[in-house]
């Protein structure tokens, strides 16, 4: 099995796992872990962001509390810095360990990353682990299209079931970028699908309800088998491009939604 140790940086800093997100004991029989990759930067050499760790808490809770049932266990990952940092992709070093640290912490239980942004692009690159079930990228920051470099890979996302959702007006991250990855992404691996948030931006704000809604539905039908709304099961089964822009409707989450 492939190792996940680091040696951490220069001056002494490693990932961590704090604890767990949302409930005020420890889980008594942990049944699967949501793992919370916050935004980074491309390249920076700075600590990791403490508002970019307070902006993926909201997300660690509300998962936690749909998931209590069947015992999910939702934890921000804390990175050593906040840069991907090229080649050497740190952000995705730190994703890959944390899963390795569930897995100690919690035993051979499924792993669900959720990476938002920079940290999207974590979760995507670290999918590869076999603990890993699933992959949530929220406005997934991705590189432009390099005739002289690598594509992003996909191979890592056979057998997991990947979903990415994206704001139609991020300026910060292309929406195109990850409609792109997502139709290479869906040739390797059908379980995969695309949600598009019309009007809103990088941090998912307007409509932040309905993408907390559609996140625990995925999360936890992939994770526990738990039936999920007609909207999910549709876009994972279209065709491109029909499933890979599957619009995500005000409202979505609600009780007359559900089957």
């Not at 004991?25 to 793992?35: P, T």
């Not at 809770?61 to 939702?74: D, I, K, T």
């Not at 792993?111 to 979760?123: F, N, Q, S």
């Not at 594509?151 to 300026?171: C, F, S």
């Amino acid at each position: 099995m492939a190792q996940y140790a680091l040696v951490g940086t220069a001056d002494g800093r490693r990932p961590r796992l704090g604890r767990p997100v949302g409930v005020s004991r420890s889980v008594a029989a942990v049944g699967g872990v949501a793992l919370l990759l916050p935004d980074g930067d491309p390249v920076s050499g700075r600590r990791a962001s403490a508002r970019a760790h307070a902006a993926a808490l909201p997300m660690g809770r509300e998962l936690a509390r749909a998931g209590r049932s069947e015992g999910l266990v939702a934890q921000v990952v804390r990175y050593r810095g906040r840069g991907w940092n090229g080649t050497d992709a740190e952000l995705a070093a730190d994703a890959s360990w944390a899963v390795a640290e569930a897995v100690r912490r919690y035993g051979d239980v499924p792993v669900c990353l959720i990476g938002h942004g920079m940290g999207a692009r974590a979760a995507l690159r670290a999918a590869g682990h076999p603990a890993v079930g699933a992959v949530l990228a929220l406005a997934p920051w991705l590189p432009e299209d390099d005739m002289a470099a690598e594509p992003e890979p996909v191979r890592q996302l056979v057998g997991r079931r990947v979903l990415i959702v994206h704001g139609t007006n991020d300026a910060r991250t292309d929406p195109e970028l990850s409609f792109r990855f997502a139709a290479r992404a869906k040739k390797a691996n059908r379980e995969t699908c695309r949600f598009e948030v019309h009007t809103d931006g990088h941090g998912l704000r307007q409509y932040a309800d309905e993408v907390r809604a559609l996140a625990a539905d995925f999360v936890l039908g992939a994770l526990f088998a738990r039936p999920v709304t007609r909207p999910l099961t549709d876009a994972m089964a279209a065709p491109p491009p029909i499933g890979l822009r599957m619009p995500l409707a005000a409202g979505f989450g609600t009780g007359a939604r559900r089957r």
